[in-house]
């Protein structure tokens, strides 16, 4: 954990799977959305310039954690930096995060050869659906009972 967060890039833009998410799914409007391992927060400043009500929350950038229920929680690039051992344990802070009914998007990268952290996740643990495959990334979808 200690190192993942060099793993954050500066973006000029907000990551592509945001902006393939938007560009297939769209949220509503009125939806609060937090950005979970935010890195530098390119992405959730990206969703605030659109008109959502987004947050950002990472343990070395941004580690206030905030206080609301959210709508859609978005996971981007996290996991594949983070050991097997904890993502159990991560999938359950995100929940803790979500309103009932609320959506999860968590990308992983799958452009990379290694067999250790970038290829798990791809099994799709029970539950999450992938919603969007690219040669890049893979984007893992769940709602909230
Ligand atoms: C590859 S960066 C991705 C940052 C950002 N999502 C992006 O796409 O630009 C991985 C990020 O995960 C964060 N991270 C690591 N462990 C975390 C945890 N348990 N909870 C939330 N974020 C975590 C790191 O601090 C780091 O900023």
């Given at each position: 954990?200690?190192?993942s967060?060099?793993?954050?890039?500066?973006?000029?833009k907000?990551s592509?799977p945001l902006?393939?998410?938007?560009?297939?799914?769209?949220f509503?409007?009125t939806?609060?959305?937090?950005?979970f391992?935010?890195?530098?927060?390119r992405?959730?400043?990206?969703l605030?310039?659109?008109?959502?009500?987004?947050y950002?929350?990472?343990?070395?950038?941004q580690?206030?954690?905030?206080?609301?229920?959210?709508d859609?929680?978005?996971c981007?690039?996290?996991?594949?930096?983070?050991?097997?051992?904890v993502?159990?344990?991560?999938?359950e802070?995100i929940?803790?995060?979500?309103?009932?009914?609320?959506?999860?998007?968590?990308?992983?990268r799958?452009?990379?050869?290694?067999?250790t952290?970038?290829?798990r996740?791809?099994?799709?643990?029970?539950?999450?659906?992938?919603?969007?495959k690219?040669?890049?990334?893979?984007t893992?979808?769940?709602?909230?009972?």
């Open positions: 954990m200690q190192e967060w060099r793993t954050a890039i500066a973006r000029k907000p592509l902006r393939k998410i938007l560009s297939l799914y769209g509503p409007k939806s609060i959305i937090l950005d391992g935010c890195g530098r927060g992405d959730y400043q990206h605030l310039a659109l008109g959502y009500d987004a950002g929350y990472d343990p070395h950038f580690p206030v954690k905030p206080s609301n229920a959210f859609i929680v978005l981007t690039y996290v996991l594949n930096s983070r050991e097997k051992e993502e159990a344990e991560i999938i802070e929940k803790s995060f979500c309103r009932p009914k609320a959506e999860i998007y968590i990308t992983v799958s452009d990379l050869k290694s067999d952290k970038t290829q996740f791809v099994e799709c643990p029970e539950g999450f659906e992938i919603r969007i690219t040669k890049a990334f893979l893992y979808h769940k709602v909230i009972s």
